[in-house]
């Protein structure tokens, strides 16, 4: 049914000269600094500008947006004031990295509208946007749906369908939404399915809405240098105290923890906070608001250890990790790859380290002979514990009532903080808005003068409600 085209054995850089991109879009590229294609869009352009249907399964973080979002671009009319290509994203804040990468790739036409349509917020103005005129919408499977029952979304000029984060999608339950949506598109058009991994339910979505899809499989291969990766030996009863023998000893600034269970996360979530440790979840039953707040302060340093499981984690791009913690080892080699992948990105060393009991023997086994490389075993005794201070994060995330509605600005926030309040540039981090609030991470220890000063004086030339999200 399906072409597979081998992972690209050749690691030469390819430049975007290659491919047969408009020159705007490639002006838009070196502006970007986008100067070589990522191995999965070297092997993914070349077909899915032709015209293919594709199948792409690549890890997270290695360019996959860009890959799609050139791709339906190139096909844009700019002229044409209808709804040209739709990608489907699981979560709200997916759709937003998705909506703001193509934003940006679209900048060689200042006319070109892209919307994203996402659960959460109120249908209102998302109609009142798409009466006005979109090119492009991403949204999450279930808004999407609302809007063409509704009738306010006309996909009749569609040309191009993307799945994103397909394999997250159907664990999330939204095979029946999908299909929903994709016999609602133009039969005539072309459909691209990104995902990270490649469970039984992606072909039986690509059998029912890909057309002779070619597929793209680039198995992960990490830089060995940078992932050192280490399996210490635990009694089943110690593996949640042992976390924090980890981070005390290898005094990581940003830690992703992964455990098999929701149960195992907040378990350890407690067991970390007695201890002091500065940590955060992240789970399907929490309000939207609640997980940008929890992804914002793992992602400004503000938080030192997320808890997640796999399911939970997938898809977010985090670029700065010091350490991967596998809490629990899971059985499935290709996750654990996945997951230590999140460490040692780009030029920065990450530590992966796996608590492993004797039942997790046969697991270890498995990565290794995946890796091609013998587990480098270590026991609890040899890490150091005689460092008292406390494990804290650098920064501290204030939140300000206020956001995209009142027109705020991340400069608006900056200017706050160093002019009349007297800060340096160095002692403010990012500054994330949201529709409602803007969250800022300051240097720890002039946190609480900084709310001070942020609530005495004015922002946007107006007076804010200010709070650090810890006490
Ligand atoms: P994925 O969807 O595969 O998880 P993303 O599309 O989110 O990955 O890309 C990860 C990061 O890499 C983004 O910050 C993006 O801006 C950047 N990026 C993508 N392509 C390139 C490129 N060719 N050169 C440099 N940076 C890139
Ligand atoms: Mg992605």
Redesign the pocket.
Known sequence: MTDMIPPVADTAAHS?NELPLPPGIQAT?QQ???????P??AASLPIALAGHDLIAQ??????????FALTLLTKLNPRRFAVQAMVLCPTRELAD?VTQ?IR?LARFADNIKVIALCGGTTMRPQMASLEHGAHIVVGTPGRIMDHLERGSLNLEALNTLVL?EADRMLDMGFYDDIAYVAKRCPAQRQTLL?S?TYPEGIARLARQFLRNPQEVKLLEQHEASKIRQRFYEVKHEERLQAVGLLLKHYRPVSTLAFCNTKQQCRDLLEVLHAQGVHALTLNGDMEQRERDQVLIQFANRSCSVLVATDVAAR?L?IAQLEAVINVDVTPDPEIHIHRIGRTGRADEEGWALSLCSASDKRRVAAIAQMMGSEPEWHALSELENDNDEPLVPPMVTLQILGGRKEKIRPGDVLGALTGEAGFTREQVGKITVTDQSTYVAVARDIAREAVRKLSAGKVKGKAVKVRALED
């Open positions: 975007f590229l970007l600094e986008y100067l070589t294609m990522t999965i869009q690549a890890k997270t973080g290695s360019g996959k947006t860009a890959a990295q990468e940006r994103d990104f990270a898809g791009d």
